[in-house]
C-alpha cells in the first residue's frame, strides 16, 4: 500500500459526458501528479500540482482539467468524454516538487467509455 | 484486472536466474531514470534510479546500468523470484522546471517454475 488512495475504482460513462476522479496524496506529500495509462499510449504524464498550484503540464487535452485542494487531495474532470478516453488514470504523489522526489502511486481509476 | 497493454513484449525466466530488461530512451538530454514495476491491478512502483552522471548502480538485487552514447539503460534482476512478475519499464526526465517525465512501454517479465 502506497498511501495513496483514488476513488472510484471503476467508472463507466458514456460519450460526452463527464467524471471526476478524485486524489488523496499520502500524508506529508505536497505533489499531485495525474497519469494516463492506455493500451496502445502506455503511461503518460498528464500535470502536476504542487501545494495547490499548478507546477507542469504534459499531454493533457483541453477538455481535462485537474485542481489540488486547500487539504492537498486532488481531482482530475475529464468532459466531453470519447472512446479513447478509455484508460487508467493514476495519481502520485511525492514530498517535494522536483521530478528526483520518489514518486508514490496509487491504485488507479480504470475508466470506461462507451 | 490487467493494467497494462497486453501486446508488451515478454521476458520469460527461469526462477533463480537473472533477468535483464532494456529500454532505449529518447532525449540524449535526460539527466534522471527510474525502473518502475507495475504488478497487475497496481501502480508503477519505484524500483531503483540513476543519475546521468553514473553509469551503474546497484540495490537490493536489482542493479540499473546507463550507457549514454547509446542512450540505453538496462535493469538487471538477481536470482529471479515468482514475486518478480510483472511489467517493467523505464522513465526519463530531465531536472529542469520545464521539463517532464517521459515513460517507456514497457516489457513483462514471466518467471517459468
Known amino acids: 500500500d502506497s498511501g495513496v488512495t483514488q476513488t472510484p475504482k471503476h467508472l463507466i460513462t458514456a460519450t460526452g459526458q463527464r467524471v471526476t476522479l478524485r486524489c488523496s496524496p499520502r500524508?506529508?506529500?505536497?505533489?499531485v501528479y495525474w497519469y494516463q495509462q492506455s493500451l496502445d499510449q502506455g503511461l503518460q504524464f498528464l500535470i502536476q500540482y504542487y501545494n495547490g498550484e499548478e507546477r507542469a503540464k504534459g499531454n493533457i487535452l483541453e477538455r481535462f482539467s485537474a485542481q489540488q485542494f486547500p487539504d492537498l487531495h486532488s481531482e482530475l474532470n475529464l468532459s466531453s468524454l470519447e472512446l479513447g478516453d478509455s484508460a487508467l488514470y493514476f495519481c502520485?504523489?511525492?514530498?517535494?516538487?522536483?521530478?528526483?522526489?520518489?514518486?508514490?502511486f496509487g491504485p488507479g481509476t480504470r475508466l470506461t467509455v462507451l | 484486472g490487467e493494467s497494462v497493454g497486453l501486446h508488451l513484449p515478454t521476458l520469460s525466466v527461469q526462477e533463480g536466474d537473472n533477468s535483464i530488461i532494456n529500454c532505449a530512451y529518447s532525449n540524449s538530454a535526460s539527466d534522471y531514470f527510474i525502473w518502475y514495476k507495475q504488478e497487475s491491478g497496481k501502480g508503477p512502483q519505484f524500483i531503483i534510479d540513476?543519475?546521468?552522471?553514473?553509469d551503474k548502480r546497484q540495490g537490493q538485487r536489482v542493479t540499473v546500468l546507463l550507457n549514454k552514447t547509446v542512450k540505453h539503460l538496462s535493469l538487471q534482476i538477481a536470482a529471479t523470484q515468482p514475486g518478480d512478475s510483472a511489467v517493467y519499464f523505464c522513465a526519463e526526465m530531465g531536472l529542469n522546471r520545464d521539463d517532464k517525465i517521459i515513460f517507456g512501454k514497457g516489457t513483462r517479465l514471466h518467471i517459468l517454475p
Open positions: 502520485a504523489s511525492s514530498p517535494g516538487w522536483g521530478l528526483e522526489n520518489e514518486q508514490f
Open positions: 540513476i543519475r546521468s552522471n553514473m
Open positions: 500524508s506529508g506529500d505536497l505533489s
